[in-house]
Every structure is written in structure tokens, then in C-alpha cells.
């Protein structure tokens, strides 16, 4: 086992919360935080100690970790006015696993090492499922001699370590991922609906695909169709699982990325355009499969 850390774990939402607990069980003494009274209500459910600032809980802590919705957030807790590494002492490691523009990561990063501490961009992929069952894959970007340190951390949290390069290339990743899966759910979700309407079984149209060439995580785990697979947030009324509007966040970081060095991502661009469709029918708070309803007639 690695050796007991003292961890401030800051944002304890549908991801951080569970990677919290997880910390926790294997030996580390965390202190946590997050500005929602009630996500600190659950966490002090879960016997975890809960601060009454970030501030207050980085006290005396070896590693920070975060996990915030979106860039502003976490410029704010890192730069903002009462900063948090303006009050870390120097040899800290600050892990960050929110999902934000790579270059966000970068200035956060820049700053960080300025003050002499450790940082590494480690968002994840896995979703809530994986947070809880401890089987992150986690996309790094930083120096190696930080994700060496981080490692122990990262793997009490998840099964998978990729690192992918320097301060925001984590992140780099994480967008591409993220822009394929969401491309390749709403063409999942179209040819499912195509198929249907042709009178086909939209099960039997799913096991076909799922062991054919258009075989993806779309179809085999987190099939849009409801009915098809029992655990899929399709058949609980798109509930749970990975928001719609988290979907649409990514895409448009993956569109902002794309500007920042002239590539071109056509479909990228077009899939923002369906998961911001989804999000005006009122749908963004459910899972980003629920994008197939823009096809299919109610
Ligand atoms: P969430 O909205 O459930 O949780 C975020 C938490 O951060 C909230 O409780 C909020 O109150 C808290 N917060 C915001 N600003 C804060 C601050 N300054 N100090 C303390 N707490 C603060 O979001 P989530 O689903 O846990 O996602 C977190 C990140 O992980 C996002 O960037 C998301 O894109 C990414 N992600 C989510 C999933 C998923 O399936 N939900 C999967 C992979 C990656």
C-alpha cells in the first residue's frame, strides 16, 4: 500500500465525492471542501471531515486534489483572490482532475511551478460508475517526476494511467476523446432510430452492431435506445450517467482547442451544434445519450 497522505480534496459533486471516499479507504487522511451545502452534507454522511473553506482544508496538506465543473472554477480556487497556491508551501503536489480547456491547465500549471510546486492536468474518463467502483482511467499531462508522486493517488482511484505529455496535454486528450464520443453517440443514436423506423428491433439492431464494425461504447454499454440494456441510462429515462450539458461544455472546449491551432473538426463542430439542440429541448441535465431524441418523434 502506499504510504498515507494528507489530502485536500476539493469538490465533492457526482465524481469527486466518490474518488473522496475511495482516497479514504485506501489509508489517506483527507480533508474535503465544496461551496454546496448539501454536497458537504453528503460527504459528512460518508465520514469524511469537511472544512469550512478551501482554504482551511489545504492546511498542512502534502497533495491537492480538485474536481470542478469547468475552467472558471478552478482559475478561481487556484488564482483567484484568495488563491489557493499562493498559500501552498512549496514541494505540494496539486492534482487536478476537472475537465477544463487545455489552456487553462497551462496557465494554472505555469503558476503553480512559479511557486515551486508540483502540478499535474489528470482528468478522467470512466464516469460515475467508475468513480465509485475505483476504475478511473486517468489522461495526464506534467512532469514525470510529478505523476510519480502521483501515481499511488490516481490508482486508489482508478485502473488506468495514461500520460500524454507536458502541463495541459492531459487535457488535449480528454478533449479528444470526449469529441469522438460524442460524434460517435449521436450517429449511434440516428442509425439505431433509422432502423427502428424501418420496422427493425432496435435490440436485435444493437447486438448486431455491438459485435459488427460500428461496435463502440455507445453501443455496447451506454446504449441510447431504451430498453436495449437494463443498466444504461436510456432505460432509467436518461437519468444519472454523464450530462448532456457536460457533453456540450467539452465539445465547445474541443471547438475553442481546435481554433487555437487551426485544425479543422467538421463534425467536432456539428455534434456542439446537437448537444446545444438537446440542451434548448430542455434536456441538458439528462445523460448525453438522451441527444438521440432529437431524431426520434415522441
Ligand atoms: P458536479 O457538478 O457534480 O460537481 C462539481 C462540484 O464542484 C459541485 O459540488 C460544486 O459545488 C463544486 N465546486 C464548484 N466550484 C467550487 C469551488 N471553488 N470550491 C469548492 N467546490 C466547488 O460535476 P461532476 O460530474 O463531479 O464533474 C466534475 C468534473 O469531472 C467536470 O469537469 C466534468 O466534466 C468531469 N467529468 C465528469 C464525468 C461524469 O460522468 N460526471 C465523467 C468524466 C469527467
Redesign the pocket.
Known sequence: MADPQRIAF???????LPMAANLTKAGHALTT????AQ?CARAREQGLPVAAS?QEAVNGAQVVIS????SR?VE??YLGEQGLLRALPAGTLVID????APASAQKVAQAAAAGGLAMIDA???G??AGAAAGTLTFIVGGEAAALDRARPLLQAMGKNIFHMGGAGAGQVAKLCNNMALGVIMAVTGEAIALGVKHGLDPKALSQMMAVSTSRSWATEVCNPWPGVLDNAPASRGYSG???SD?ML??LGLAVEAAMGVGATIPLGELARNLYAMNKQAGRGGLDFSSVVKLVVED
Open positions: 476539493i469538490g465533492l459533486g457526482n465524481m469527486g471542501f465544496d461551496l454546496s454536497a478551501a474536481m470542478l465543473p469547468a472554477h478561481g480556487l482532475c476537472s475537465t477544463i482528468p478522467v474518463s464516469g460515475v450517467g454523464f450530462g457536460l461544455k467539452d
